[in-house]
């Protein structure tokens, strides 16, 4: 029932169990676990059905089981996920769909190209990694294991596993958002929260749907605004304005001209298609290490190559407009040169003149300062926690591959479930909120 009252055109008298703000992965994810769970869930998104935002737009990124940073979180987090994702398509599968899981990863061997001096970190993390890899760290040995011009002083790591390689956001939100529906709850495109309040123990969630303001009210509340986060929490958790920092990345779209990939011969194709996705560390510039992966194939079936740099970060003004914000010139040739230069890594006789921009756009992601993204109920002024309001934020630039942990932690939280994995608990622990509460963020 619908009532006008305080100026909304609507307020809605129904108390829902859980609000998800966001509809992005990580909103997307958490929406799932709960409804899955028999939580009654509202999934708000702002965006219309098809969505041009939003830090999980696009069709690829890289996922992978290895890690050479921090221990064995990532990889713990990417595997979980790719077991939450099996469940989302068996639950779909037994409702009469007919999907794989090679609709949402295509599995590729993944490069990591980087300096002797990561080597032995690198090396010690795989101990309690489950990844199968492959590794180079000699010129000779790189010509003989891999054909490729590895240069003195680096190494070529090579991940092997099924559903390492790359993973497409765009269809793993289709697929959870139709999961959803198919339990029977809510997803409302075109509906932007403008306000969250606390009033005798209920969330009052004000939205601006479809130009209509209406007031939806939960017991609990799942924020997953992903770069919006400081904005959207400024009354209910303002800490989270100077935790999460949204920054602009750029991303260029190329293609080996027709002509030129045409004539190469099937084996130079392959080594290209085995030598993405690749992340290349081996400068010592920050701002000089790309990441890069076949996004896509042509109508001819030229690979799309997608390239950007986690470091050629920028600040950003009004999230809103970044979006449509052009790359410049110089971002155009950083991307075409780290292409042709790699690809001659691969042996591949390829130059700068022969490879053509596709597409290019501007992207936002959120960092905190560790890069260690947050999930954690928010903490009220006398640093008490709020069990019913939990936060998925600060998903840097590795978020997607953890997406179904990221929200079945966040659904565990509201719910008081666990999972049986031994590494949960410290999984929980590093994502939580001691590191607010304690300032070692
Ligand atoms: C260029 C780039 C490359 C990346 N590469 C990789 C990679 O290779 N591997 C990897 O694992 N990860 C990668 N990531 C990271 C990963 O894509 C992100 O961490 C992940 O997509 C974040 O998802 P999210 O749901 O937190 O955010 P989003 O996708 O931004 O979702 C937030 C949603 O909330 C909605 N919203 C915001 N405010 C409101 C509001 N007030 N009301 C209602 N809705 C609202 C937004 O419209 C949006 O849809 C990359 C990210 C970028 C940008």
Known sequence: MTFNSNGHNGEQTTIHDVIVIG?????????????NYGKEVVLLEKQGRVYEKGSSKGEARVVRSSNIEGDTLWSYLHNTSVKEVETVIRFLNNKGT???????????????????????????NLKNQDANFELASKVEEGESKFGVNLKEGTFLHREYNTHSGTFN??????????????KGYQIRYNSEVTGIEKKDGVYKITVDANGKSILL????????????????????APYYNSLIHPKRVFLTFLRIKNEHYNNLPVAQKQQMKNGFPVIDRTTNLECEEFFAMIESYDEQDNPIIKIGGHFQRTNIGDIDKVWQKKLNQKEINWS????????????????????????????????????????????????SIDENFVVIAGMSGVGAKGAMAYGLIASNLLTNKKQEDPYYETAVAKLGYERIATKTL
């Open 98 to 124: 007919a999907i794989t899981m090679e609709g949402i990863y295509t599995t590729s061997p993944i490069s990591y190209i980087a300096r002797h001096e990561e080597l032995g970190q690198l090396l010690n």
């Open 217 to 236: 009210s939960a017991k609990q509340v799942v924020s997953a605004a992903g770069p919006y986060t400081g904005g959207l929490l400024q009354k209910i």
């Open 169 to 182: 956001p765009r269809k793993l939100i289709q697929l959870l958002h139709q999961a959803i529906a198919l």
């Open 23 to 35: 509809g992005g992965l990580m909103g997307s994810s958490a929406a799932w676990h709960l409804s």
């Open 336 to 383: 075409i040169e780290k292409i042709a230069s790699y690809l001659n890594f691969l042996n591949l006789p390829i130059m700068v003149n022969q490879i053509e921009v596709v597409d290019t756009y501007s992207c936002v992601y959120s960092l905190t300062e560790t890069e260690v993204p947050f999930v954690t109920p928010i903490l009220e002024d006398d640093n």
